[in-house]
């Protein structure tokens, strides 16, 4: 009872805490920005430690499982052929004269000797087209669009300011739908934020006192649709090399802090 009462009390006090940080004036602006990401839709390649885990667990379910029916009905078709290799009364000619465990095994194999996986490489992975998250089907992708910020156009997540009475999370899914319409559909995995990140303004657009904006992210998990958005060509699906090369520096550092590294 003493410790609910303890974090009872140290919840309310952090509530309050930041109901007063986002209502009185501050010198930064606060933003939100929120990152879209499309999950592989192909199992990416295993790397040495999975594949030791898969021959793993291969060989505990080979040593703790049952025999499957498969294997049992070789075992029945070995008795019935030496019965009748030995001209035995008790022969089942029903079962002898029917298609075997092992014609049944070599035909599966020649099936799946002739079976093609198809190609992973899509259209817009021929054309080199970004723009569209049908492509990297291996890889995780990341939605970048461009924003302004001050005189310059960055590409970088879509963010955009809190407003009163909005809730950051709020705030999120405000800017999403005003950068990528409402057609984009997402999940987003938090009421809270995933990551933070703050930079100052240029002493020529540090107005109404304000010297900055402070960030904080938001993540989500690409569902489905398409972004609809007047800059459309504009907005790319990245994948974690392409994200580096694009997003300033240190930006670049603040988000990869909160996305998974992939292995290969």
Aim: some cysteine; hydrophobic content about 35%.
């Amino acid at each position: 009872m003493i410790i609910k009462g303890l974090l009872r009390t140290e919840s309310k006090f952090c509530l309050r805490y930041i109901a007063r940080g986002l209502t009185t004036k501050s010198p930064w602006d606060i933003v939100t920005g929120v990152c879209v990401e499309r999950l592989p839709v192909v199992t990416p390649p295993l790397n040495d430690i999975q594949k030791k885990y898969k021959e793993l667990l291969w060989t505990m379910e080979v040593e703790k499982s049952l025999k499957s029916d498969h294997e049992i009905r070789q075992e029945n078709d070995k008795i019935q052929a030496e019965l009748l290799k030995n001209e035995a009364h008790d022969v089942d000619l029903d079962a002898v004269s029917k298609i075997t465990a092992q014609d049944f095994e070599d035909a599966a194999s020649e099936e799946l000797a002739q079976f093609k996986f198809a190609s992973i490489e899509t259209e817009a992975d021929k054309k080199g087209d970004k723009t569209t998250s049908d492509r990297c089907l291996q890889r995780h992708l990341v939605l970048v669009t461009p924003v302004k910020l001050g005189n310059d156009i960055k590409t970088i997540l879509p963010q955009g300011r809190w407003k009163d009475g909005e809730t950051l999370r709020q705030t999120a899914e405000r800017v999403l739908k005003e950068y990528c319409g409402s057609n984009l559909n997402v999940q987003f995995l938090s009421n809270a934020p995933c990551g933070f990140y703050k930079y100052k303004y240029p002493v020529e657009l540090q107005s109404d006192g304000k010297v900055g904006a402070k960030v904080f992210f938001y993540y989500a998990n690409y569902k489905s649709g398409v972004v609809e958005s007047k800059d459309k060509a504009k907005c790319s699906w990245l994948t974690r090399n392409e994200l580096t090369e694009i997003l300033p520096t240190k930006y670049n550092k603040s988000v990869q802090e909160f996305l998974i590294q992939e292995t290969f």
